[in-house]
């Protein structure tokens, strides 16, 4: 199989690799460094820390961010949920430094914990140095660790693709659309997700998620050409792993073949 991208992964959710390219050289992820934010506002979620309903204020510094946002103003008020659908939809780096400010105090204090959590999960090549993956000296991770993160996400907090899979929603009263970055979801059938990112420096980057008769892949793809280059790539790996692999349920009396 051939994949143009300098780097790429197939793995399941368990974390057998059943692909990869040049899986483990530290490369720019952009946005999809918001795979381990989403799965660090996940755990609170879940662990009962945070409430989807709780009001977020937005700081001066989570406002002034560039790139994909959804122009937060300082002082405005969104709840948790709707912060998370911003940054699962299109990919908001206000909301992603917001919430992640609202979780720790600090996005200074909210990177250690993106961190120390790549660590536990045996992301041992990446370092992350901000809450959103824009472009910053030394904020790197390989297709291997963005596997590991993507599956821990999927494996534990599956509701996570009731957002991630959303085509167009809307905020602010229907003042603001959102549109998803993730153009595979029109594309692919049985897309589960996951996440885009894109920077001038990190090329065309996805971790993409899809589920097909009981089994579940991601493919990661960093460094690509284009968007139409990165896509046709992620469908390829999942092509390929659809086709050659099977999800089987053993039984004890079930012999292996």
Known sequence: MTVGAPSALLMTPDGQVLFEKD????REPASVTKVMTMLLVCEAID???LSPEDPVTATAHAASMGGSQIWLEEGEVLTVEEMLKCIAVVSANDCAVALGE????????????MNRRAQELGMTDTRFVNACGLTEEGHLTTAYDIGLMSAQLLREHRW???YVTIWQDSIRNGASVLNNTNKLLRSYPDITGLKTGYTSTA????SASAERDGLHLIAVIMGGE?????????????????ASHAAV??????PLL
């Open 47 to 49: 662990s009962g820390r």
């Open 249 to 254: 349920n053993l039984t004890a009396d079930q």
């Open 23 to 26: 899986a483990h050289t530290p």
């Open 160 to 162: 996570i693709c009731d």
């Open 203 to 206: 090329g065309y980057c996805i």
């Open 102 to 113: 609202h979780l720790a105090g600090s996005e200074e204090a909210f990177v250690r914990q």
């Open 226 to 242: 284009s968007s139409a280059s990165r896509n046709n790539d992620a469908a390829a790996l999942l092509n390929w792993g659809f």
